[in-house]
């Protein structure tokens, strides 16, 4: 069975950063359209950036004004998200998923149809 496996998840002060990690392992790789999303407690799911493995293209939430970066390496089968600058609001849940075997969409209906979801990661950033 597949797996999606976030990692680099930590408490930092504000300001700071850090690097999520996806790794994706029993499932295809090379045309998915990845996605990072957040959950804070007591609000929605929200998407922060996708990436299309094949051909790079890539999307960002407007909110994050440049902020966070998503990247991957094709021979870990491993997405990124770089967060820069983290803010208390930052605080959350951070998951990876993937749509297999398509691009990506723009946002907002590109935020859909994620079918395969990490158990997410926390990251707390504290004022």
């Known amino acids: 069975r597949g797996q999606l496996v976030e990692s680099g998840g930590d408490s930092v002060q504000a300001g700071g950063s850090l690097r999520l990690s996806c790794a994706v392992s029993?499932?295809?790789?090379?045309?998915?359209?990845m996605g990072w999303f957040r959950q804070a407690p007591g609000k929605e799911r929200e998407g922060l950036a996708m990436?299309?493995?094949?051909?790079?293209?890539?999307y960002y939430a407007d909110s994050l004004k440049g902020r966070f970066t998503i990247s991957q390496d094709k021979t870990k089968k491993t997405v990124y998200l770089q967060l820069n600058n983290l803010q208390p609001e930052d605080t959350a849940k951070y998951f990876c998923?993937?749509?297999?075997?398509?691009?990506?969409?723009?946002?907002?209906?590109?935020?859909?149809?994620?079918?395969?979801w990490g158990q997410g990661i926390q990251v707390t950033v504290s004022s």
């Open positions: 029993g499932y295809p790789y090379n045309r998915n359209c």
């Open positions: 990436l299309s493995i094949d051909g790079g293209g890539t």
């Open positions: 998923a993937a749509r297999i075997e398509t691009y990506c969409s723009p946002p907002p209906g590109g935020w859909s149809d994620f079918g395969y």
